[in-house]
């Protein structure tokens, strides 16, 4: 492809220097332009007030001096009769000292016109009159131009100029002759009493002419430089572009596939020179990455190769793992059901113990009551005991009054028959049946009142004995419902053994197919391995090749 005339790096670099360039030098000279004519400006007017402040300087001196040698009297320096001189338009007027200053001061005056930018330099009074102007506008007939001295300039600027008491007055002035100037003035005193001014009269066109050709001279000078600087950025473009153009001619063979060094020589230290160098650095790493890429290449079909077959494993053995994942699946599944059961009947045993425990309470608590039942029994059979061996003992005694009672019956017969006659010791014997028979009365009533109370707390004792009955039933029953409940458990506790003991049965197949997961798994991991080894290289032939680009974009 032919690039035109300002496609070329050339021209572009050319362009975009004078683009930049010429406007930023444009502006800096208008910068310095207007920045020397203020500045030309301001030194013009430090000038003319330096003049102002020398020529009022002077003439006081030259004033106080002919007061002084007694040339004049202060009150003659100081003399405002003006007196007309006969003839003249505008007027003129001599004055006692006017014609010693023609003498003394003219030359001094005319001096300061060597000055071109001086118009005029004069000495005025307070009032406005001149005695004495410079010689080149005190020509008699020279009109209202060239014959300008001894007259009173009573103007705004001239009476502001002559009456001023500071250091200097700039004023712009507009002469009667037409011309447009600057007036600058500085008082002057004669010992100590302000006598006038020293007036400096700065041509205007003069002055700009001086900022104009001041300003003329930068122009020049700026664009003298700025076509040198064009010619030069011209220069220093062809320089560049030539060495590039060269290196644009090598990059296209290179592109065509042609890695070949040519024996270009880049010995300078500039930017062009390093991009050559780098250019043949890069020519030669693509070379040295083109042969390793040629070997690389080998190696990465018969690795890919390896990579295949190692998939094809891996793929198998991930279908074996998926196979043994579904027979753990099952076993999980079984596990889970089995479970539940589990859960179920350990809900049910704990129901049954709940109800067992709370028989067993009621048994307890019947059994408590039993308990009190034969405390109160026994104490009453105690009683009864009691009562009954004060029967035995009332028997007995019933039984030695029998027998004495027989004994005296017989005695009596005895007696009786042998006729005995009424005496003492039947009467007494009489007497001794008679009260042993109401012992035996009395006795036999204490027996059978012991004989009811015997019946009563035999009585007392059935009732009780009655009375806990039906708490020892309820015991017997609360007892018949916690054997049925343990019964039951029992029941429920095989089942869970046997539940469990399938539980464990899943557990054995669930750790089988884990360790045949296991083993596929290692399988697995060895192919992963290889499939590993094989990517590493692959790996590493990349680094090599990345490692080479590296080295080319530096």
Not at 49 to 63: D, E, F, N, P
Not at 316 to 331: F, P, Q, T, W, Y
Not at 451 to 461: K, L
Request: glycine share 6%; with cysteine.
């Amino acid at each position: 492809m032919k690039l035109s005339r300002f496609d070329t790096l050339k021209a572009k670099n050319s362009i975009i220097f004078i683009i930049v360039m010429v406007p930023l030098f444009t502006i800096f000279l208008s910068y310095e332009v207007t920045k020397i004519s203020d500045t030309l400006k301001k030194t013009l007017m430090e000038r003319g007030v330096i003049y102002a402040q020398t020529g009022a300087t002077t003439m006081s001196k030259i004033l106080g001096d002919a007061v002084k040698n007694g040339h004049f009297t202060e009150e003659q320096i100081f003399d405002t009769d003006y007196r007309p001189i006969p003839g003249t338009t505008p007027k003129k007027y001599n004055t006692e000292y006017d014609t010693y200053m023609d003498e003394n001061i003219r030359g001094i005056e005319d001096s300061f016109l060597e000055d071109p930018v001086v118009v005029y330099a004069v000495a005025v009074d307070i009032n406005g009159y001149l005695p004495t102007h410079n010689t080149k506008f005190s020509q008699p007939g020279g009109g209202l131009l060239l014959d300008r001295s001894k007259r009173i300039f009573e103007d705004e600027v001239g009476i502001k100029a002559a009456r001023n008491k500071e250091k200097y007055l700039l004023q712009e002035y507009y002469r009667d002759t037409g011309e447009i100037m600057w007036d600058i003035s500085s008082p002057i005193y004669v010992n100590g009493r302000h006598w006038g001014a020293f007036r400096i009269g700065f041509s205007m066109e003069e002055t700009y002419n001086q900022i104009y050709a001041a300003a003329g001279r930068m122009l020049i000078s700026g664009l003298t430089l700025t076509v040198a600087l064009i010619i030069l950025a011209v220069y220093i473009s062809n320089r560049i572009s030539n060495r590039v153009k060269v290196l644009v001619e090598e990059a296209n063979r290179v592109a065509t596939g042609d890695l070949s060094l040519t024996g270009m020589i880049f010995d300078t230290g500039d930017e062009v020179a390093a991009l050559g160098r780098s250019f043949v650095n890069m020519v030669s790493k693509l070379r040295e990455l083109t042969e390793k890429t040629q070997y690389s290449a080998s190696l990465v079909g018969s690795y890919l190769n390896d990579l295949l077959k190692n998939t094809e494993h891996v793929t198998e053995s991930a279908n074996s793992v998926a196979s043994k994942m579904d027979l753990v699946s099952g076993a999980i599944d079984n596990m889970e059901q089995n479970t539940g059961r589990i859960s179920e009947t350990s809900e049910k045993v704990a129901e049954e113990l709940s109800e067992a425990k709370a028989s067993s309470k009621r048994f307890l608590e019947n059994m408590e009551e039993s308990k009190k039942a034969m405390s109160v029994a026994h104490n009453v059979v105690k009683d009864l005991e009691f009562q009954v061996d004060k029967v035995g003992q009332f028997i007995q005694v019933v039984s030695i009054l029998a027998e004495q009672a027989g004994l005296m019956s017989r005695k009596i017969v005895q007696e009786a028959s042998h006729f005995c006659t009424e005496g003492n010791e039947m009467a007494a014997l009489a007497m001794e049946v008679q009260s042993n028979a109401e012992d035996a009365a009395k006795t036999t009533e204490d027996v059978s009142e012991l004989f009811r109370t015997v019946r009563d707390y035999a009585s007392q004792a059935s009732k009780t004995l009655e009375g806990h009955q039906s708490v020892i039933l309820e015991g017997i029953k609360a007892a018949k419902l916690s054997g049925r409940s343990l019964g039951i458990i029992v029941s429920e506790l095989k089942n869970l053994s046997d539940l469990t003991s399938e539980l464990v049965n899943y557990s054995k197949e669930l750790v089988d197919g884990v360790k045949s997961i296991n083993t596929d798994v290692e399988v697995q991991a060895r192919l992963v391995k290889q499939f590993t080894e094989a990517t590493g290289t692959l790996e590493q032939i990349v680094d090599e090749l990345k490692g080479t680009l590296d080295n080319i974009k530096v």
